[in-house]
Each structure stands twice: as structure tokens, then as C-alpha cells.
């Protein structure tokens, strides 16, 4: 049988455009499990390498953008302090489209409709590569961290509990 090729989603067209060296891991949906830690083990990638992105907005009506492990929660007041805000919140899903182009679980930290301030939690630095959505339900990306800290501009820090 042969395989489909991928549609290239906008964040798999800004990390090649970017010159940055990238895999593909594409994974079943029908089951409906989209979860971060089930799309580790459809992939058959440890836990702790697999990130999801996060969308908050703060006080201040800012966005920003948080790249956490999926077995991981957000700590809202540890990101709120490293990023110089009071307080922040995550967003509402239905907000997630119109801000970002992507929908829930496949909300990539690359190509979103506008750059936001990001933060990869510094877990991402114990990893050779890891992965984050490749921009759709269905789709990861794996690469180096600090090649994608410096494509989207991100800053590493303690966001999580």
C-alpha cells in the first residue's frame, strides 16, 4: 500500500523555510484519542519529549504562547511572573481559531496567525529533539529545541508544576 504524502501544513512550511532539520510523525485520530500523552504512545515517543502549546491571555489583554510536556500542567503563576505579568489565564477553545489558525490539538507553536510572546518550559532542554504539533489533529513535529526557540523566539523557563 502506499502512503499518502502529507499535506504541508503552514508550520511545517515555516520550519523548512527556516532551513531547520525536522521528522514527520503522523498518527490515527479515528479513535478519538488526542490527548498529549496518547499521541506519545501513538508515535512511539517518550512521554517527556512531547510538548503541547498552550494559549493564555494576561491582564494586561496580551497573549502568550506556552510550550509545556503533556504529562505536565501549566503553572499559571510561575508563567505569569517569568513573562512580567499579575496574573494569566488560559484562553477559551472557541477563542483558539480566530487567534491562532489552529484548532484544539493541533495548535502548533509555528506559523500561528500572528507571533505572541512564547515560553518552552526548560524541561525541552533535557531532550535532543522533541515534539510539538505539526499544525493539525493528527500531526507531530519533532525537532531540536533550541532550533525551535529560535523560530518562533521563544524563551526557556520553570512554567510548570
Known amino acids: 500500500m502506499k502512503k499518502e504524502k502529507t499535506d504541508k501544513t503552514n508550520a511545517v512550511r515555516q520550519i523548512e523555510k527556516a532551513g531547520i532539520e525536522y521528522k514527520l510523525h503522523e498518527y490515527d485520530i479515528s479513535d478519538g484519542r488526542i ?47 517569568m513573562l512580567g505579568e499579575k496574573k494569566i489565564e488560559m484562553i477559551h477553545q472557541k477563542e483558539l481559531l480566530p487567534l491562532t489558525g489552529y484548532i484544539h ?30 499544525g493539525k489533529v493528527g500531526l507531530q513535529v519533532e525537532l531540536d529545541p533550541e532550533d525551535l526557540a529560535m523560530l518562533v523566539s521563544a524563551d526557556f523557563g520553570d512554567i510548570t508544576k
Do not use: W
Not at 55 to 74: G, M, N, R
Not at 108 to 130: C, H, N, W
Open 105 to 134: 490539538g493541533g495548535c502548533s507553536p509555528v506559523g500561528m496567525r500572528k507571533p505572541f510572546v512564547t515560553v518552552i518550559d526548560e524541561t525541552a532542554l533535557l531532550q535532543e529533539t522533541i515534539c510539538v504539533s505539526g
Open 35 to 81: 490527548d498529549g500523552v496518547s499521541v506519545a504512545e501513538k508515535t512511539g515517543q517518550p512521554v517527556e519529549k512531547v510538548f503541547k502549546t498552550l494559549v493564555t491571555i494576561a491582564q494586561s489583554k496580551e497573549h502568550y504562547v506556552c510550550v509545556v510536556p503533556v504529562d505536565k500542567e501549566l503553572d499559571l503563576k510561575k508563567a505569569a511572573k
